[in-house]
Structure formats: structure tokens, C-alpha cells
């Protein structure tokens, strides 16, 4: 990369800094040296190196003005060899330092990548699910990449330029003024001529750029979201094609212009940059040479001073944008830690325990919940990527009491909204309650690890979500260690052993992003499969609203009856065999318990959920009796 160029990047990544004039605390910084201490001693040696080499591009015209000398003094021969042969193991030291230097910063670079990535990633995967629901992740993502890249700048690059080039200007200015202090003052004064305009320049370019970055985030976005098998779906089903197409074509457009801005903008600088430093070169030329005439200077004064010239600019210019290059690395710290601090609300508890052995009896205790707001569970910097929702602050259960004994099955029902989901979210522990207790085999949930819920509940999500992952991948999800006959019982019992078998890939068939590549039923069955491997003792069932064609209806019921066997076990149920099969059914309305007790008992009694029955259930082949219709 020439000097120009390098110039010209680092005054360009200023233009793009965010232009933040926030005091940085002190515990920022001492958070920032915490991060750095492990690369402390690599850190040291690059910044010496970076002061040798400064030093070394000093002595080299020094040395060169010395040869003219020589030359012209009609030294010795050996005299001039020598020096040329001090050039060339300048040239040979300043090429090895210049690889140490590189090798050095990509380690310390590359290194705190590499610390903030797992950080980033371990934290984040403890927020609880509350977090997840308010952010949008591609957006969290890409900002938490960018940002993580741009804190190591901070050390790299910004770090190099500056101790680097500030070495390099005093050095060279003094030599300069050293030789000659006429000269070396008329070809600074240039400088600013060109460095003023360039600036002012480029603030206006920033505007168009940070456009244009939206528009690329827009265009991101607009791709991640229409570019998978559901939201291709819906604009195939729903959405207008043709607007899409020229909502994007416009965002590309502007893009495109805003680039051929931006080359114009380079080049115009790269080119004054040069021309400055030529014509300043003219000067040293003109001064210096009739100073030479005079006998004032010598010649080879005049050729160490335009030597020593092109060496100025560069790093002038570049420390004319460090300032906001420094601030820009350091905002990029600080949203990483704003992450980083982000203290998760559900967490292990200390003394938190397991679940006591054996059979788990599942108890809500008057049980009151609202989803947390926004503000709770996200970042006011992440507000531009969190989907702003008033919901959140309601109160959604109001009381629940539900007891389901050791073995039992208790089915919930109830309209659309009532709270079902909630609830079964809750005894997994993805939200805390606001008041009473969940508790497992008497255990208040929050007393128990994560490790020890996650061991004891098995639950199946109301859209049974599946990874982009082979079906041995999704499977061995539940229980990493399981032996291929495992896995072929789960299948099987899932009534799904001779699809699978079927597949020419068999268990390697990658189900495709989110299971699109299974049927409805089929991936309601290979989620049951993932339970039966794992074999909680607790299992949670919140079935799929949608209706299956008898045949999948069938072999998902059976599936289903597997896995309950044996297991304590709450389930939303949307199907009458299910529900039958229940030891006591809940009925949930508006966040509230209100029915219990057997299907003949519920019946008889005529309330909400013999309404249920008749409006629901009925026509899935149950055997109304025909007196209670009427
Ligand atoms: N993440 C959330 N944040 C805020 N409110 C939510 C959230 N999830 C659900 N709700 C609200 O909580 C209430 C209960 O929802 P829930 O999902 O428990 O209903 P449900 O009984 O499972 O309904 P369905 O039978 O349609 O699945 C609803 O009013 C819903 O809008
Ligand atoms: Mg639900």
C-alpha cells in the first residue's frame, strides 16, 4: 500500500466514525487493560518495534544526503560503499522489523477478536428468552461483529498509526530543521492548504456514507428476512413482488451513486496529497538549491531535506484524524461491554440444586406473571435493532394454582390467548414468576440450576422448532451421548423410523432452516423423537394448533402416547383424544384457572368447558351426547 493510500484510509475511517464526544470513564479504560493484559508483553514489543523502524526511515535520506556529500567532496571510494552498504542493511533490518511488527499486531489484533467473540457469545447465550423476543438477531449479530472488530482496531491499527507516526513526524521535522530550519518551515506551510479542505470534504462525504451503510443494512435485512423458506412463503402467498423488487433496486441505486461519490472523493485527495508533496519537494529544490549556490547549504542537505519531505505527509495527515479514530475504537469498546453487562434475569442462584430423585410431582402456586417490557430485558443501544412492544408490563396469568401429581397427565384448554403457553413456559423456567412459585417435586424452579430443570423438563413448542441441521444433529440435541439404537427406539416410537429409513440420506438428511423440509406432522414427530431420547421426567406438550390429516393425526397420537407414558406431564392439549387421555383437565381463560377435574366431571357440570367441547372438540369424531346439545 503506498503512503497516499494509507493516508487517505485512515482519514476516511474517521470521517465514518460516529461522531461521539462522550468522556470515556476510567472504568472503561481499566476494563479495556484487563482485556489487553494477556497480550502485555507482545503490546510492548510492537510499540519499540514501531519506534526502531520510525528511526530507521529517518536515518536512510540522512544517510543518502551524506553519499551525495561524499560524491561531491570526491571522498574515498570505500566511503561511499560503506555508506550505500549501511543503506542496504537498513533497507534489509527495516524489512524484518516490518514483518515482526505485522506478525506482532495481528496476534495482539486478532487475539482480542478472538477474547470479545467468546465473551460476547457466552453471555449472550445466557440471556434468557425474554431478550431473544425483543431483538431482532441478525441486527444484534452484525452490530456485535462490527463492534467487536472495531475495538481491536483500537489496538492494531489505531495503536501502530499513532505511536508510529508521532515517532516518525518528531524525528523527521527535527532532522529537518536540523538541516536546514528555512527550508523546512516553507514546506510545511503547504500543508495545511491542502489538509483544511480535505477535511471539510470529507465531513460532507460521511453523511453520504453513513446513507448509504442504512441502505445496506436495509438491503441485509430485506434479503435475511425474504431469503428463508417461511418468509419466501409469505411474500409468495402474500406479499408484491414487483414493490420489493424496486424497493431494492432503489436502495441499490443510491448505493451505487454514493460509491462513484466516494471513489471521486479519494481520488481528489490522493491526488492533491501527491501534488502537495510534489510541489513542496519543488520548493525544497528551489530554496535549498540556492542556498546550496550560496554555499549556505550542502547538496546532499538538499537531497536528505526532499527525501526526508515525502516522509512528512503521510503520517501528518494521518494524525490529524486520530483523534476521532481513537474515540470511534473506544465507542466500539464500550457497546461491547454495554452487552457484556447486560445482566441476565433469570440466572443459577448460589447453593442452586438438583431435582430431587424420582417421580417429580409439577405445582403452580398462585401463580401471577407479566411478560417483562423492553427496557427490562434489552439495551436502550440496541433500541434501534429491538422491536419496540407496548405489551410488555400486562399482567398475563392472575393466580394460577394447578397441581399435577407424580405420573399424571394434566391437559390445559381454553381459548386462544388465555395463557397456556405462558404457563408451560413457565414451569420450564424461561421467565421467572412475578409472584408465587413454581415448584418441581416441591422445589421452588428457582432454586434448582439450569443444568437441573433442563434435565428434568422436556418440553415440545407449540411450533417445534427444528436447527438447520441433519435429523441425527436435531436429535442428538437431547442427548449428546446416545448410541444409533437410540436413536432408531426415539424414531421409531415417534412413528417416524420408516420415513427416515425411507430418506436416501437417511439420518444424515439435513431438515432444512427450521424443519421446512418435513411435513407439519413429520416435524411434530421427529420433536416428540428428541423427547423420547432424552426421557425427562417431566415433559411439557404444547401441541401444534394446526390440524393434522388423520393418518399424521394418528401417528403423531400414538407418538405422543410414548412419550407420556410413565411421566409426569402438562399438555396444551388442541385434540380431543388427547385431552380424554388426561388424569384432570384445566380450563384457562384471561390468565385464570377456571374449571378442574375429569372429562365425565367437566362434562356434567356444563360450564366453560363443556363449551369448549361442543364448539372444539366435537367434530373430531367425539361422542357428543346428543341431550347436552340441546
Ligand atoms: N413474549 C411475549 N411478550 C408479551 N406478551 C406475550 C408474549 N407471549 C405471549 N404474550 C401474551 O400473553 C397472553 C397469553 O399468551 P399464550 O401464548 O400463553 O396463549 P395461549 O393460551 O398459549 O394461546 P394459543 O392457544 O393461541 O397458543 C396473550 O395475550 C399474548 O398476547
Ligand atoms: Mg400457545
Given at each position: 500500500?503506498?503512503?497516499?493510500?494509507?493516508?487517505?484510509?485512515?482519514?476516511?475511517?474517521?470521517?465514518?466514525?460516529?461522531?461521539?464526544?462522550?468522556?470515556?470513564?476510567?472504568?472503561?479504560?481499566?476494563?479495556?487493560?484487563?482485556?489487553?493484559?494477556?497480550?502485555?508483553?507482545?503490546?510492548?514489543?510492537?510499540?519499540?518495534?514501531?519506534?526502531?523502524?520510525?528511526?530507521?526511515?529517518?536515518?536512510?535520506?540522512?544517510?543518502?544526503?551524506?553519499?551525495?556529500?561524499?560524491?561531491?567532496?570526491?571522498?574515498?571510494?570505500?566511503?561511499?560503499?560503506?555508506?550505500?552498504?549501511?543503506?542496504?542493511?537498513l533497507?534489509?533490518?527495516?524489512?524484518?522489523?516490518?514483518?515482526?511488527?505485522?506478525?506482532?499486531?495481528?496476534r495482539?489484533?486478532?487475539?482480542?477478536?478472538?477474547?470479545?467473540?467468546?465473551?460476547v457469545?457466552?453471555?449472550?447465550?445466557?440471556?434468557?428468552?425474554?431478550?431473544?423476543?425483543?431483538?431482532?438477531?441478525?441486527?444484534?449479530?452484525?452490530?456485535?461483529?462490527?463492534?467487536?472488530?472495531?475495538?481491536?482496531?483500537?489496538?492494531?491499527?489505531?495503536l501502530?498509526?499513532?505511536?508510529?507516526?508521532?515517532?516518525?513526524?518528531v524525528?523527521?521535522?527535527?532532522?529537518?530543521?536540523?538541516?536546514?530550519?528555512?527550508?523546512?518551515?516553507?514546506?510545511l506551510?503547504?500543508?495545511?492548504?491542502?489538509?483544511?479542505?480535505?477535511?471539510?470534504?470529507?465531513?460532507?462525504?460521511?453523511?453520504?456514507?453513513?446513507?448509504?451503510?442504512?441502505?445496506?443494512?436495509?438491503?441485509?435485512?430485506?434479503?435475511?428476512?425474504?431469503?428463508?423458506?417461511?418468509?419466501?412463503?409469505?411474500?409468495?402467498?402474500?406479499?408484491?413482488?414487483?414493490?420489493?423488487?424496486?424497493?431494492?433496486?432503489?436502495?441499490?441505486?443510491?448505493?451505487?451513486?454514493?460509491?462513484?461519490?466516494?471513489a471521486?472523493v479519494?481520488?481528489?485527495?490522493?491526488?492533491?496529497?501527491?501534488?502537495?508533496?510534489?510541489?513542496?519537494?519543488?520548493?525544497?529544490?528551489?530554496?535549498?538549491?540556492?542556498?546550496?549556490?550560496?554555499?549556505?547549504?550542502?547538496?546532499?542537505?538538499?537531497?536528505?531535506?526532499?527525501?526526508?519531505?515525502?516522509r512528512?505527509?503521510?503520517?501528518?495527515?494521518?494524525?490529524?484524524?486520530?483523534?476521532?479514530?481513537?474515540?470511534?475504537?473506544?465507542?466500539?469498546?464500550?457497546?461491547?461491554?454495554?452487552?457484556?453487562?447486560?445482566?441476565p434475569?433469570?440466572?443459577?442462584?448460589?447453593?442452586?440444586?438438583?431435582?430431587?430423585?424420582?417421580?417429580?410431582?409439577?405445582?403452580?402456586?398462585d401463580?401471577?406473571?407479566?411478560?417483562?417490557?423492553?427496557?427490562?430485558?434489552?439495551?436502550?443501544?440496541?433500541?434501534?435493532?429491538?422491536?419496540?412492544?407496548?405489551?410488555?408490563?400486562?399482567?398475563?396469568?392472575?393466580?394460577?394454582?394447578?397441581?399435577?401429581?407424580?405420573?399424571?397427565?394434566?391437559?390445559?384448554?381454553?381459548s386462544?390467548?388465555?395463557?397456556?403457553?405462558?404457563?408451560?413456559?413457565?414451569?420450564?423456567?424461561?421467565?421467572?414468576?412475578?409472584?408465587?412459585?413454581?415448584?418441581?417435586?416441591g422445589?421452588?424452579?428457582?432454586?434448582?440450576?439450569?443444568?437441573?430443570?433442563?434435565?428434568?423438563?422436556?418440553?415440545?413448542?407449540?411450533?417445534?422448532?427444528?436447527?438447520?441441521?441433519?435429523?441425527?444433529?436435531?436429535?442428538?440435541?437431547?442427548r449428546p451421548?446416545?448410541?444409533?439404537?437410540?436413536?432408531?427406539?426415539?424414531?421409531?416410537?415417534?412413528?417416524?423410523?420408516?420415513?427416515?429409513?425411507?430418506?436416501p440420506?437417511?439420518?444424515?438428511?439435513?431438515?432444512?432452516?427450521?424443519?421446512?423440509?418435513?411435513?407439519?406432522?413429520?416435524?411434530?414427530?421427529?420433536?416428540?423423537?428428541?423427547?423420547?431420547?432424552?426421557?425427562?421426567?417431566?415433559?411439557?406438550?404444547?401441541?401444534?394448533?394446526?390440524?393434522?390429516?388423520?393418518?399424521?393425526?394418528?401417528?403423531?397420537?400414538?407418538?405422543?402416547?410414548?412419550?407420556?407414558?410413565?411421566?409426569?406431564?402438562?399438555?396444551?392439549?388442541?385434540?380431543?383424544?388427547?385431552?380424554?387421555?388426561?388424569?384432570?383437565?384445566?380450563?384457562?381463560?384471561?390468565?385464570?384457572?377456571?374449571?378442574?377435574?375429569?372429562?365425565?366431571?367437566?362434562?356434567?357440570?356444563?360450564?366453560?368447558?363443556e363449551?369448549?367441547?361442543v364448539?372444539?372438540?366435537?367434530?373430531?369424531?367425539?361422542?357428543?351426547?346428543?341431550?347436552?346439545?340441546?
Open positions: 500500500m503506498s503512503m497516499e493510500s494509507i493516508a487517505w484510509n485512515q482519514v476516511y475511517r474517521s470521517m465514518n466514525a460516529p461522531d461521539e464526544k462522550r468522556a470515556f470513564n476510567k472504568q472503561t479504560a481499566g476494563r479495556i487493560l484487563r482485556f489487553a493484559r494477556p497480550h502485555r508483553s507482545r503490546l510492548i514489543g510492537f510499540v519499540v518495534l514501531s519506534v526502531i523502524s520510525a528511526a530507521l526511515a529517518v536515518a536512510t535520506p540522512v544517510l543518502a544526503g551524506k553519499v551525495v556529500n561524499a560524491i561531491v567532496a570526491g571522498d574515498r571510494r570505500d566511503v561511499v560503499v560503506g555508506l550505500a552498504l549501511l543503506i542496504a542493511g533497507a534489509v533490518l527495516d524489512a524484518g522489523f516490518g514483518l515482526l511488527g505485522r506478525w506482532l499486531s495481528s495482539i489484533g486478532e487475539g482480542l477478536i478472538l477474547d470479545l467473540r467468546t465473551a457469545f457466552d453471555h449472550v447465550q445466557r440471556m434468557p428468552v425474554a431478550f431473544f423476543s425483543r431483538t431482532r438477531t441478525g441486527a444484534l449479530v452484525s452490530r456485535l461483529n462490527n463492534d467487536v472488530i472495531g475495538a481491536q482496531r483500537a489496538f492494531s491499527q489505531t501502530s498509526g499513532v505511536v508510529g507516526n508521532l515517532v516518525m513526524l524525528l523527521t521535522v527535527v532532522v529537518m530543521l536540523g538541516i536546514s530550519w528555512q527550508v523546512t518551515l516553507l514546506a506551510v503547504l500543508l495545511p492548504v491542502f489538509v483544511v479542505p480535505a477535511r471539510r470534504m470529507g465531513r460532507r462525504l460521511a453523511g453520504v456514507q453513513r446513507e448509504a451503510a442504512d441502505h445496506n443494512a436495509a438491503m441485509g435485512n430485506q434479503m435475511t428476512e425474504r431469503f428463508s423458506a417461511p418468509g419466501a412463503t409469505l411474500v409468495k402467498l402474500f406479499g408484491r413482488p414487483e414493490q420489493e423488487s424496486a424497493e431494492f433496486a432503489a436502495r441499490a441505486r443510491r448505493v451505487a451513486q454514493i460509491g462513484v461519490r466516494t471521486m479519494q481520488t481528489t485527495f490522493v491526488t492533491a496529497l501527491t501534488l502537495v508533496s510534489a510541489l513542496a519537494i519543488a520548493v525544497v529544490y528551489g530554496v535549498g538549491g540556492s542556498l546550496a549556490l550560496n554555499g549556505t547549504l550542502d547538496a546532499g542537505d538538499v537531497v536528505a531535506l526532499s527525501l526526508l519531505l515525502t512528512l505527509y503521510a503520517p501528518l495527515t494521518a494524525l490529524a484524524s486520530a483523534r476521532v479514530e481513537v474515540m470511534s475504537a473506544l465507542v466500539s469498546f464500550e457497546r461491547v461491554f454495554e452487552v457484556l453487562d447486560l445482566e434475569l433469570i440466572k443459577d442462584r448460589p447453593g442452586a440444586g438438583a431435582v430431587p430423585e424420582g417421580p417429580v410431582a409439577v405445582e403452580l402456586d401463580v401471577r406473571f407479566a411478560y417483562p417490557s423492553a427496557d427490562k430485558v434489552s439495551l436502550a443501544s440496541l433500541e434501534a435493532v429491538a422491536t419496540l412492544d407496548t405489551r410488555g408490563g400486562e399482567e398475563v396469568l392472575h393466580g394460577i394454582t394447578l397441581r399435577a401429581e407424580p405420573g399424571q397427565v394434566v391437559a390445559l384448554v381454553g386462544s390467548g388465555a395463557g397456556k403457553s405462558t404457563i408451560a413456559q413457565l414451569v420450564s423456567r424461561l421467565y421467572d414468576v412475578d409472584a408465587g412459585a413454581v415448584r418441581l417435586a422445589v421452588d424452579v428457582r432454586d434448582l440450576t439450569a443444568e437441573a430443570i433442563r434435565g428434568a423438563v422436556g418440553m415440545v413448542t407449540q411450533d417445534g422448532h427444528l436447527f438447520h441441521d441433519s435429523i441425527r444433529g436435531n436429535l442428538l440435541l437431547a451421548e446416545a448410541a444409533e439404537e437410540d436413536l432408531w427406539d426415539a424414531l421409531t416410537r415417534a412413528r417416524l423410523a420408516d420415513l427416515v429409513r425411507s430418506l440420506d437417511g439420518l444424515e438428511t439435513v431438515v432444512g432452516e427450521r424443519g421446512y423440509r418435513l411435513s407439519g406432522g413429520e416435524r411434530q414427530r421427529l420433536t416428540i423423537a428428541r423427547l423420547l431420547l432424552k426421557q425427562p421426567r417431566v415433559v411439557i406438550l404444547d401441541e401444534a394448533t394446526a390440524s393434522l390429516d388423520s393418518t399424521s393425526e394418528a401417528a403423531v397420537q400414538a407418538a405422543l402416547g410414548e412419550a407420556l407414558v410413565g411421566r409426569t406431564a402438562i399438555v396444551i392439549a388442541h385434540r380431543l383424544s388427547t385431552i380424554r387421555a388426561a388424569d384432570l383437565i384445566a380450563v384457562v381463560e384471561d390468565g385464570r384457572i377456571v374449571e378442574q377435574g375429569t372429562h365425565a366431571e367437566l362434562l356434567a357440570a356444563g360450564g366453560r368447558y363449551e369448549l367441547y364448539t372444539q372438540f366435537a367434530e373430531d369424531g367425539g361422542d357428543l351426547p346428543r341431550s347436552r346439545v340441546s
